[in-house]
């Protein structure tokens, strides 16, 4: 299981720095706003999205056929982009979320990461950059795989149910 853990860690600080590193420095973002949004779901998804009024919807088009990770839902990666941009989306380290550059972090007083900062660490040593994102993003992120994009943060379960067939009767068995 630690194993399995580990490689869900490094898995997520890969995807993670694949999806920040969308934002090249010709466009860093300097707000979490649509076009941030869209940017950041584009490559966690590995699907364009149509931005049409502000207001964001999945393509059959992908970005690329050749991923390097597996991707994750659409609502998985909504969550994920929840946790840096704060329950309110201000994005300015004092709703929740990650402010989104070193200006906003100077002003709000914030000692950790900015998002932008993060994804320039994240391009030169990922594993670094994930050591050093606090906790409350890595837990957020890690919920946000494990809940499959739930925004609640809290611990579920679930019982999954698989029915096979066999010659004389039906057995069902609950994971």
Known sequence: MRGRVGAGVIGGALVLGLTLGACSQSNTPDAY????????????????????????SITDNTVTDDTVVEPWSQESCECQYRVFAGPTGKGDG??????????????AGWNGP????????LKNDPQ???????????DGIAACQ?????????????????????????????A
């Open 94 to 107: 004092t709703d929740g979320g990650m402010p989104i550059n070193a200006s906003v972090a100077k002003s």
């Open 33 to 56: 706003d649509t076009l941030t949004e869209q940017n950041f779901l584009e490559t966690c998804t590995n699907f364009y999205f149509d931005n049409t009024d502000d207001s964001l």
């Open 146 to 174: 494990r809940d499959g994009g739930s925004s609640s943060g809290s611990t579920s379960s679930s019982t999954t149910s698989t029915t096979v067939a066999t010659d004389e009767s039906t057995t069902t068995s609950g």
């Open 114 to 121: 900015n998002f932008t900062d993060l994804n320039a660490d």
């Open 128 to 138: 670094k950059a994930w050591d050093e994102l606090p906790q409350e993003f890595k």
